[in-house]
């Protein structure tokens, strides 16, 4: 993927149309996370805690599902409506049907993490910080990135590697 | 007895599993023993043996964290829960070496 992130236009549990919009944000987190997997799971709460902390600074974090819902129902449109009603996202959670997002985004696990700036160029793509099973690393690397990239300077650590659960493609 | 670690390459979290299952086995005085290790890649072969994620640990085919009934069947990471509710793309060390105590002999 170039250094421009490809726009899009996803409906959230709701249907409601939620476009990247990177310009209306001082920062966009964008995230391709699942249901079903246990890395996605075991990071959420901490990409949670990072869309609350970081909402006063401007920061919009999105949530994408891009899975194949037909081989893994509990990655269904269904599940995530369940998900969201019990209070378990604290940003919207898109739902990527097609798969076109995480094909043009290049996204490779649940979770990879984006950070893109308001001029709509990446800023940050990898993991959420070193360890899914130490929660006392608070995201540190996503949190690192956009500490940098809202005082305006470089970011220190722009590629981690993302680790997670393959994405689901369709056959 | 058998010991076996099903897996899927696409769930980066077989190779810790597996220094689990050899660190378990060890302390338990069974370092010698073999681990088969059965790499699952396609539908076919998840039915075959009715794999409900990657990694899963069986020994003389049963699995040391019994699924519950309706479990799905697929190449997927598998869910387990760590003793203070987290969860885990790998079981507990201690509570897998637990299960292998009342398995093994």
Redesign the interface.
């Known amino acids: 993927m170039t250094d421009t992130v490809p726009a899009f236009t996803l409906p959230d549990t709701d249907g409601t149309p939620t476009s990247l919009s990177p310009e209306s944000a001082a920062a966009t987190v964008v995230v391709f996370t699942c249901n079903h997997c246990p890395y996605a799971l075991a990071w959420h709460d901490r990409l949670n805690d990072v869309a609350r902390d970081y909402a006063a600074s401007g920061v919009r974090l999105l949530y994408v599902n891009s899975n194949d819902a037909e081989r893994y129902p509990r990655d269904s449109l269904a599940a995530m409506t369940e998900r969201v009603e019990r209070g378990e996202f604290a940003a919207p959670y898109l739902h990527d049907q097609s798969q076109a997002v995480a094909r043009r985004w290049e996204a490779r696990t649940t979770p990879d993490v984006f950070v893109v700036g308001p001029d709509g160029t990446l800023a940050y793509r990898g993991a959420p910080d070193a360890d899914h099973g130490d929660p006392a690393l608070r995201a540190q690397w996503l949190r690192t990135a956009l500490d940098d990239l809202l005082a305006g300077r470089p970011v220190t650590n722009p590629r981690t590697e993302p680790v997670g659960c393959s994405i689901k493609w369709r056959p | 007895m058998n010991v076996e670690l099903l897996y899927w390459e ?4 077989h190779p810790q599993a597996l220094a689990d299952l050899r660190a378990a086995l060890d302390s338990l005085g069974l370092g010698d023993l073999p681990v088969a290790l059965t790499r699952v890649e396609d539908d076919e072969q998840v039915r075959a043996t009715g794999f409900v994620g990657s990694p899963t640990i069986r020994v003389d085919g049963a699995d040391a964290f019994p699924p519950a009934d309706d479990e ?1 069947l ?1 190449l ?5 829960r760590l003793p203070d509710g ?4 790998t079981p507990d060390p201690g509570q897998l070496r637990d299960a292998l105590a009342l398995m093994l002999p």
């Open positions: 696409g769930c980066p979290s799905p697929g997927a990471c598998r869910v387990y987290r969860v885990s793309p």
